[in-house]
């Protein structure tokens, strides 16, 4: 729920290039400061009335939601790393992207590796396919 890297990096460039360090320091806060302060209310309300059965039927019907929208993601990734253009068709298929899938997820479910492990060794295969 806060800005993510582009915006933050952005207002503090802007305010550095305009009123320097200080404004840096002002522009980064006003980019930063109101969705925590939005986030902060939120979780007090949650922890306050998380009881109360409005906020749990709110949080039920929300909850379909939210996963539908990670799914919604995952694919989206999916189907730009295993299709060159994220065109679906046979022959734009990435079988090496696949491959590497196939290997991360015996790695991690199989052998339990550490997933931080795991994605440094699929950059670097990606790396040296993309070489050869």
């Not at 800005?3 to 006003?30: E, K, R």
């Not at 980019?31 to 749990?56: D, G, H």
Request: aromatic letters at 10%; hydrophobic letters at 55%; charged letters at 10%.
């Amino acid at each position: 729920m806060t800005p993510g890297p582009i915006a933050v990096n952005s207002s503090t460039f802007v305010g550095q290039y305009v009123a320097h360090l200080p404004g840096a320091l002002i522009a980064t806060l006003g980019c930063i400061l109101p969705s925590c302060v939005i986030v902060s209310i939120l979780a007090y309300l949650y922890v306050k009335y998380k009881n109360l059965e409005v906020m749990k039927t709110i949080l039920a019907y929300l909850r379909p939601a939210v996963v539908s929208m990670i799914a919604i993601s995952g694919i989206s990734i999916l189907i730009s790393s295993f299709f060159k253009e994220s065109i679906i068709g046979i022959s734009y298929l990435r079988y090496h992207a696949m491959i590497v899938f196939v290997i991360c997820l015996i790695l991690l479910r199989k052998y339990k590796l550490n997933p931080i492990l795991v994605m440094i060794l699929a950059g670097i295969s990606e790396v040296l396919i993309q070489m050869l």
